[in-house]
């Protein structure tokens, strides 16, 4: 049975916090967002939930949202999350990642919150090369993304021994999709994901689209990735504060399905649900990209008693493209759209 207490959701507003409110919401959880807006829309957080606006580092505020909707567990989405930037403004990002964190952790503890689930991503990996991955292999990561989110989970890790925190660390692999029900999906005027790129170019909004490297030692030349539809990322979400209820141990799971397709097939995929060719171009390989990144899913399976619903590449793709068309109606209809 749900708590009659509140869970603070941080970040709440962007494109995986509000598919997980819409998932505590189903399953009848008390919930207060706090979004700052910087890269969330108010728009797809449901009117019947509690929303407030302000950054998840501001102790004051968040101790009175802690006070005032007595609420007994947190989910940290709140964050920045494009590698590319991490890498030209590092300092930012371990300001937004690591400072705020901080912050929220230490008002936390002052609260005695002692149940928390934390917005992790398999870059805290770096370049590996076993696959798939298990959650005991070792955290290099390559940039300060991956870096600001190790050192959280660090933070986490210490916490709970001095002060009887419980937590999950879910580690993302790669969120594509969009909510079956269209009520949520990825925005942005910044696109860096293949899923959401490909669906731009499907939408009209895109006129192309790159292969980064062709020459990869996998079945098709091409990086494989393991692709989780982000409603089943989602329920995880749900099934990790139900495990922490129920008296779980602090544990650090990945997210993912355990096997992967490459970018050819991915996009073979999209061509598949749109009709359509896509025509990609060629370019050259990025620096740090490893060939396959597939997660060994069998802890968080087994601990969460979790099991996907939309682990086929067409359902995911389809939904995103569904989004994706559904935004540019919107557009046309209103003359724009407000974008996270």
């Known amino acids: 049975m749900a708590s009659e207490k509140a869970t603070l959701v ?5 494109y995986i916090g509000s598919h997980t409110v819409l998932a505590l919401q189903q399953a009848g959880r008390r919930l207060v967002v706090l979004d700052d807006l910087s890269a969330g829309t108010r728009g797809i957080v449901p009117d019947d939930v509690a929303f407030v606006h302000g950054n998840a580092g501001d102790q004051a505020l968040v101790a009175s949202v802690l006070q005032g909707y007595d609420v007994d567990s947190v989910i940290h989405f709140a964050g920045s999350i494009l590698v590319e930037r991490s890498v030209s403004e590092p300092l930012a990002y371990y ?17 005695e919150i ?22 005991d292999t070792e955290t290099r990561p390559i940039n300060p993304y991956g870096s600001s989110k190790l050192v959280t989970e660090w933070m986490l890790r210490d916490l709970a021994a001095a002060a009887g925190l419980r937590f999950v660390a879910l580690r993302y692999f790669n969120v594509a999709g969009a909510d079956p029900g269209g009520r949520s999906g990825q925005l942005g005027p910044v696109a860096t994901h293949l899923v959401k790129i490909a669906s731009q170019v499907v939408a009209g909004t895109r006129k192309s689209i790159a292969i980064f490297g062709d020459d990869y030692d996998t079945p098709d030349g091409t990086c494989v990735r393991d692709y989780i539809h982000v409603s089943d990322l989602a329920s995880a979400h749900l099934a990790a504060l139900d495990y922490l209820d129920a008296g779980g141990e602090s544990q650090i799971l990945n997210c993912g399905y355990g096997h992967g397709y490459s970018v050819r097939e991915v996009l073979q995929a999209v061509e598949r649900c749109a009709g359509r060719p896509l025509n990609p171009d060629r370019a050259p390989r990025r620096p740090g990209d490893p060939p396959i990144l597939v997660a060994d899913t069998s802890a968080l399976q087994k601990t969460l008693s979790w099991q996907p619903r939309y682990d086929d590449i067409d359902v995911i793709i389809s939904s995103a493209i569904d989004w994706e068309l559904s935004l540019g109606r919107g557009a046309a209809a209103n003359g724009s759209r407000a974008h996270a």
């Open 95 to 111: 300001e937004n990642n690591v400072a705020v964190s901080r912050n929220l952790l230490e008002t936390c503890a002052s609260h």
């Open 10 to 14: 941080t970040g709440g507003a962007g």
């Open 114 to 135: 002692d149940r928390f689930i934390f917005s992790s991503t398999a870059a805290v990996y770096g370049a590996v090369t076993v696959s798939p991955i298990p959650e």
